[in-house]
């Protein structure tokens, strides 16, 4: 599985983005997804994670509020919904999936996830 991630780009401080990612199989669905961040010279950390049917979501302290994450399983897509930006948002967001059989429990470690997104760089700046 293939994962392509997009959206990302310049936002002033209390804007909006939206990011994308599309895998390449049409069998979305017992598929988990997380978003992770890494802010120029710090490392890589969870920003929200979704379970394969949607049903449970977590979201990092940092943005609980701000973000919303979805899945669009017949899309193949998971959207991170980025609202209230701040500087501190500045970083490369990566998205990430694997296969589980619990549909509905969401992952918030990186190791635990298989497939990777390229990155795409968010940067928050008036």
């Known amino acids: 599985v293939q994962l392509q991630a997009s959206g990302g780009g310049l936002a002033q401080p209390g804007g909006s983005l939206t990011l994308s990612c599309v895998a390449s199989?049409?069998?979305?669905?017992?598929?988990?997804v997380g978003w992770f961040r890494q802010p120029p010279g710090k490392e890589r950390e969870i920003v929200a994670a979704?379970?394969?049917?949607?049903?449970?979501?977590y979201f990092a302290a940092t943005v609980k509020g701000r973000f919303t994450i979805t899945k669009d399983r017949a899309k193949s897509t998971a959207y991170l919904q980025m609202n209230g930006l701040e500087p501190e948002d500045t970083a490369i967001y990566y998205c990430a999936a694997l296969y589980t059989i619990y549909s509905d429990t969401y992952y918030v470690n990186s190791h635990e996830y298989t497939y990777w997104g390229q990155g795409t760089l968010v940067t928050v700046s008036s």
């Open positions: 979704i379970s394969a049917t949607g049903s449970s979501q």
């Open positions: 199989t049409p069998l979305f669905n017992p598929y988990a």
